[in-house]
């Protein structure tokens, strides 16, 4: 417990501090489901920030394209990652953008 | 061990399982792709005739007419103009209808019309699926793509299954790379003797690293096929255009959704096909009339490659003028770098952009990547295999390593005698599970024996029938190799040498392997 309010020491937040204490669970976890679930998010949510170009396609492809390498990169970084902290950091923040950005699309 | 060594251990655990995990599936998608690379030969050999009049003539657009005339107004919506079975002109009459096991399909009424004289030869009323499924020359590569693409799981999810595998390969090309640190000293790795553990590694190791770049450029483009139509444009339809799937088509293809509707007689179709043809530079294979008898009535036409193209072409024409409207992107409204990318996709994953040399190309390294998926199980297995649970697993491998080979051999030879009975479609699924139960059957009844003795028995009968295949298709009717060589049929030659190539090496090779050692059994 004291751990949790002791001030970061070496620049980590809360988060980094928190997924050190279950790296394993935290490695399953992210390249797992949350791997998954954040390429399909950035395939949802992209098509609304990406320009549409000269075709009017490209927001519309590129996400489409993308997603087969995004998949398999969320999956592997959490593995090759040293500091599963900082992945889980990225991830939960890449997560909230995405969700946000579908939210915006269903609800404009 | 520093973080580093345990990071590296990780990526050897991922290496491994995500191969593991899905290694028969993986196997059975990359040997069918490997055969299906040359998916237009495998059905050339299987019709056996040279005979390639063209069935597009002087007479196309007076047929095309003659029966448009003769559906319901309502089948105007699509009208499809092909190639038929034995050289007759397929005319397909539809409109879009809910397809009983979900979505919509187009229905209508299809017609396989000599295309010199306009004789009637059959007319089938159903749905586009059947229609274009009723082809029993095809019944032998429509199953090998069909195995390869979905694995013959109904509806989407074959495509997930297979996505998923693509991505699984994906991960196992990554991790392969993170974690060969001398990947140019291991292109030239040289396998070491004694058929020991180090020595599968060299061989795992040289057939991976020579078929790395091919496996990310095919896991890729492989998934994203998959994915693109049974995951990404639902996803997209939902968030960019509130669930309507037909829009977000209409939209992605670039098609005009208001059409003039008002009744209009049809340019001469013949014409506009002559033109196309000159202006494509490629052989025109089909075309595609929309809202027939209209004003706003568009032609497509479908080419095969012009020399020097990396696909083939489509051009769009008024169906009312006659007039050259444009060459339509394969998505989007203009050229981009998403209609770019997205046409790139198929030529990269079936390696036919250029002839027969990328397609021998991507036959050998599919050949490579089937070999290196083996040979990792075979490694996986030899590090395990003091536990009795992975010696079961060993025992597998062999017999899906070798019993697939041979259940789609099996499978050729079924469709081949079928085919005298007209019901090929029927039979050759069917032959291809009966073979697989059968061995599965052998499986189990020789789990106990010596694997080099399995081995030898299933190379054996995979080589003797690769080595009958040839002689069973001359003697179901099929084209001679004098005729082959008169009339220009270069699938049956290439095929049957393929045939019997891999039926000698087989029997040669397994002939000569000493039974005591392990070493030069593929499937160990």
Known sequence: ?108 | MNAASHATKRLVALHGWSATLLAFLLYVVMLTGTIVVLDSEITGWSEGRADTAPVFGTRTGQLVDRFAAQVPPELHDTVFVGRGSNGTLSLFFAAPKAHPDGGRQLFGRGYLVNPNTGVLQKARVGYVSDIFGDRPERALSHFLVDLHVHLHVPGRWGLYLTGLLGVTMLVAAITGVLIHKHILRDLFTTERPGARLVSFRDRHTLAGVWSLPFAVLLSFTGAFLSFAISLGLPVVALVAFGGDQDLAIASVLGEQVDIDATPTPMSDLTLILADAETRAGGTLTAAQIHDYGTAGATVRTFHSQADGALSGTTLEYSAATGAFLKAPEIVGSAPSAGSTIAALMAPLHFGNFAGWWSRIIWVGLGGAMTYTIVSGMQLWLRRREDDATWRYGAHALSIVAWGLPIAIALTAHAFLVTQLASDPIHWTPRAFVYSCLALIGYGLATRTRPRDQITRQLGLTLGTLLLLLPVMRLQTGGLSWGEALLWGGDDVLVLDGTCLALGLFCLTALRRTPTHSPATSPAE
């Not at chain 1, 399953?28 to 000269?54: R, T, Y």
């Not at chain 1, 492809?61 to 992945?87: D, E, M």
């Not at chain 1, 950091?89 to 950005?101: H, M, N, Q, R």
């Open chain 1, 1 to 108: 417990m004291r751990a949790w309010l002791q001030a970061p020491k070496t620049g980590q937040i809360w988060l980094e501090r928190r997924v050190a204490q279950h790296p394993t669970l935290w490695r399953w976890l992210l390249a797992g489901p949350l791997a998954l679930v954040l390429a399909l998010f950035a395939m949802a949510g992209l098509p609304n920030v990406l320009p549409a170009g000269a075709g009017g396609v490209n927001h519309l492809v590129f996400p489409v394209v993308l997603f087969p390498l995004l998949w398999a990169s969320f999956v592997v970084w959490p593995v090759a990652a040293i500091r599963i902290g900082r992945v889980a950091s990225v991830y939960i923040t890449l997560f909230v953008i995405f969700l946000a950005l579908i939210l915006w699309a269903i609800l404009a």
